[in-house]
Each structure stands twice: as structure tokens, then as C-alpha cells.
């Protein structure tokens, strides 16, 4: 399998980013209020975009599209959305 | 017992900041499934958002080996790949467990385009998961309609609403006779996760439809994904059942509308939250046309309750 080289084949290699720094496509950006939260980790599997880390329930905003996904299944109400500059 | 959240495995086959909508239901339903097959897979993928949301060369957002095929072949790629595996592992050229060879193919691919290729590698029992993400149209290319579109349903091909019912892919599939079918959707990933855990340690063909509620297709607000997929699956629009060798059994809450422990709710709810519904709820014939579409959920319920008691 190491005699594919990169330089020569139009082959993709597995990338964060993809798509480009998909942050930027964000209006609203998901802001967690971490003394509401219970570590339920629902927004955590949730996420389409796995940009939430499960136990500490941060969220990489370099790559977060700001879909609101994890603020409408949040059962405790942690997530809110917050408009973009 | 489902597989609770908690005990998800932290590895992820679907990369951040991958190509596609925010909220998408793809994307969100490969995840489950990616921590389920694990590394060791090759994927293939016909024309669909899949693909487009696969990202620009030289960067891949799917951490797997791809293979992108022409629309109708991803039955027989998948069915050409897992042969060479089988006879390379023979020839003693490959070692070790061999890779789970699935396809991710939308509605397009699976009912319409790619059902002839389908059906010979059920019919010939090859050795890999067809997975079908079902957004019910043709999304990539702007909302069209598919096999998959249910009745009522808008799209640019069906301006005045769908006049026919979906075909019924997942009871085609039962009757191919191969090992395993199963239904599932996001909103609820343990189930996913169980059933793609089952699937990948029975040989043979295995197929599995995921209803994906797409907001831009079904016209609904982005955050709401898994709310309409929880809602279609209350209201008995999207049944949750499995079937090992012909077994059917129902996976909860659709076991409990099914044994009639719990009523569906009613259609009405889940379509009116739907821009691809709401021209209905405008027209003049709008009360019966809501009817119908009741009728082919309520007929549906009625007719997997019975066609479970049979085992073939
Ligand atoms: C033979 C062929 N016909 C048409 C197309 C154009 N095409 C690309 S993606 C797509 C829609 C695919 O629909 P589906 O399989 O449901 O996946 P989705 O886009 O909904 O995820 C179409 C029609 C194509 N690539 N090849
Ligand atoms: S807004 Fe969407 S992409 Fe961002 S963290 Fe929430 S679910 Fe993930
Ligand atoms: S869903 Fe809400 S409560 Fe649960 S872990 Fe996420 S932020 Fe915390
Ligand atoms: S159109 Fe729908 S299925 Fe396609 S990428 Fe967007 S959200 Fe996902
Ligand atoms: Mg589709």
C-alpha cells in the first residue's frame, strides 16, 4: 500500500477541513453555560459535524457551522445560541 | 438493551469540517455508523450529497478508503470489492479480519437508480452492508423526486405535491431473503449503533435504510434534524424494526404503536412543521389529501404488524 505516492495519483487523504474552515459559515455560534450543564453528552453524539468534545463539553469553533442542532436537544436548556458578530 | 450514549466509542470515521449543510442528516447518521464499523472498512459512495460532502481534493472528510462509482453499480462494485478481498485472503495476500465492505448510497441510488445492482447482490447473497440514507428526493442536485418521496410531498418535479405513494424499499429488501434488514434513523443512535454493531459480524448480505430528515429538501428549520426524525418516528410515518433471517421484530417506541401500547401520533403534526407539505394545507382539497397520507402510514402499521407473525 506504500508505493501510492501523494504526487502522483488525484487521490485524497482523510483531512479535517475538507470543506474549508467551516466555522465561517456560522450566524449563530452555540455557547455553553457549563454550571447548567449535566454532562449528558446528548449534543455531543448529536453533532453532525463532531466538533464537541464529550466530557468537557467544549466545542471547536473552528469547524462548528452553527447548525443549532445541539441547543434544540439540549434537555437542559445549556445551549444557547448566540449571534455572530 | 440499546447501547447508551455514554458507551459510544470517542473514535471518529467522519472528520470535522467536512463539505456538508450544517444540521445534515448524513453526515450526522455516518458518524453513528462510523463508530460502529470501526477503521478497518472500505466505503463506497454513488452521486449524492455523501459525496459532495466528502470535501475538495486532496482532503477527504470520511476516514476510510472511498471509492466513488458510477450511480447504478453500487451493489456490483461492492459485490466486485468484497469478492477480491475474499480471494485475496485466500491467496494468502491479505492477513488478518477482513474489511467490511458497505456502500452509502442515498434514496436516488438505492431505490431508483441502483436497484437492479442491489437486487442481484441480495439475490447472489454477497458478503456487505448497503446502507441507504434516505432523504426521500434527490437532494444534491436541488429536491427532486424519488422512489422514496412519500405521497403529498413537494419537490421540483412534483410542484403540485407527490400523487403516489413511496415505493417500500425496506419490505423489497425483506423479500430478497438475506440475513438481515433493519431500519433506523438519527434521533435515535443507539439503535443505529446496535443494529450496524449486528450487521457487521453476520456474513453475507445486510442492508439498512436510515431515514434522514434533510431541512433543505423537507423545508423545515436546520435545528430541528432530529426532532422531525423523533417526530416521523411517533407519528409511525418511520418504523424501527430489524429482521434476522426473516424474523421480524420491532425496536422501541415503534414496538410500542405496533402492539398498541401507544397510539401515533397523528400525521398532521409532523407535516405541518414541512415546507414540502404546506402547499397542501393550502389547496382546496387539502383535508383529503392529509387523509390519504394517514391512510398509507396507518395501512403500513397494519400491514408490519401482520407480516411479522410470518416466518419464513
Ligand atoms: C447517471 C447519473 N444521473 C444523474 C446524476 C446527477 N446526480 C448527482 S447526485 C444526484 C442526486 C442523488 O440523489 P440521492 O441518491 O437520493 O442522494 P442525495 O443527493 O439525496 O443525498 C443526481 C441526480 C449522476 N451523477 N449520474
Ligand atoms: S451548532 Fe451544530 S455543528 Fe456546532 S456544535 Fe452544535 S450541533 Fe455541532
Ligand atoms: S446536551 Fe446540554 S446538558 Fe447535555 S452535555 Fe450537552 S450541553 Fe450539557
Ligand atoms: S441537502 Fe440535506 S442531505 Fe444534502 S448535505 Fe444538505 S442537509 Fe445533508
Ligand atoms: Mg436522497
Known sequence: MKSVTKAYQPISWPTKGAGGDTGSWRTHRPVVDSHICNKCQLCWVYCPEAVIERHEITIDYRYCKGCGVCAVECPTGAISMEKEE | MTTSIKKLPDFEQVLSGNGACGGCPSTMALRIVGKALGPNAIMLLTPSCAVASMGMTPKL??????????????????????????????????????????????????????????????????????????????????????????????????????????????????????????????????????KVIKAKSIPGMKYIEILAPCYLGWQFDMPETVKMSRMAVRSG???????????????????????????????????????????????????????????????EIAFMRERAKITT
Open chain 2, 61 to 194: 472528510a470520511y476516514n476510510w478508503p472511498c471509492i466513488n462509482v458510477t450511480f447504478a453499480t453500487a451493489g456490483s462494485s461492492a459485490s466486485g470489492i468484497t469478492h477480491a478481498l475474499e480471494i485475496m485472503k485466500e491467496k494468502g495476500r491479505l492477513q488478518g479480519e477482513l474489511p467490511t465492505v458497505f456502500s452509502w448510497v442515498g434514496d436516488g441510488g438505492t431505490y431508483d437508480i441502483g436497484f437492479q445492482a442491489l437486487s442481484a447482490a441480495a439475490e447472489r447473497n454477497d458478503n456487505m452492508i448497503h446502507f441507504c440514507y434516505n432523504n426521500e428526493a434527490y437532494s444534491n442536485t436541488g429536491v427532486q423526486r424519488s422512489g422514496a418521496t412519500p405521497r403529498g410531498s413537494f419537490t421540483t418535479t412534483t410542484p403540485t405535491g407527490k400523487r403516489q405513494p413511496k415505493k417500500n424499499m425496506t419490505r423489497l429488501m425483506l423479500e430478497h431473503n438475506i440475513p438481515y434488514v433493519a431500519t433506523a434513523t438519527v434521533a435515535y443512535p443507539g439503535d443505529l449503533y446496535d
Open chain 2, 237 to 299: 410515518a418511520w418504523l424501527l424494526w430489524e429482521a434476522e433471517n426473516g424474523r421480524i421484530s420491532f425496536n422501541s417506541p415503534s414496538s410500542l404503536i405496533i402492539s398498541g401500547k401507544r397510539e401515533a401520533e397523528p400525521v398532521n403534526e409532523y407535516v405541518m412543521r414541512q415546507g414540502r407539505f404546506t402547499r397542501l394545507f393550502k389547496s382546496a382539497a387539502a383535508e383529503s389529501r392529509i387523509a390519504e397520507m394517514q391512510a398509507d402510514i396507518d395501512c
